[in-house]
């Protein structure tokens, strides 16, 4: 998992650094992250597919409460930095960390950018491949 490697870096440079990850409660990252112990916060989130169809009308709405609750932990935790590690549940906590003026970045580990790398790279400072 790339973000973990990430977060031991950073603690690595300086053990005060606060490291906050946030995924999604049927994600892997909801039982990695807290057995590496590092803090998660679960949002609700959902990719959207690539073809047209209902299921696609739902995950646009749960898009929209993911906005709303990435809004809360951005505002509540006031990060120095956001760093997306890809995948749809990065999508809107680093595009409203990107609206509120914090200093955004993603991390594309595929050979293929996903959708919501792709999206993001356009709003980010950087994307490390």
Aim: glycine share 10%; hydrophobic share 45%.
């Amino acid at each position: 998992y790339p973000g973990i490697s990430l977060a031991y870096e950073i603690k690595g440079r300086d053990i005060n650094n606060d490291i906050l990850f946030v995924g999604t409660k049927r994600g892997l990252e909801s039982k990695l992250v807290p057995r590496e112990g590092f803090k998660i916060i679960k949002i609700k989130a959902r990719g959207i597919k690539r073809k047209i169809c209902f299921e696609n009308l739902t995950a646009i709405v749960i898009f929209l409460v993911s906005l709303f609750q990435s809004y809360k932990i951005v505002k509540k935790y006031k990060p120095d930095i956001v760093f997306g590690t890809g995948g749809y549940v990065s999508g809107s906590v680093v595009l409203m960390a990107a609206i509120l003026g914090i200093p955004t970045f993603i991390h594309e580990q595929n050979v293929i950018p996903g959708i919501t790398n792709k999206l993001l790279s356009r709003i980010t400072r950087a994307t490390f491949l």
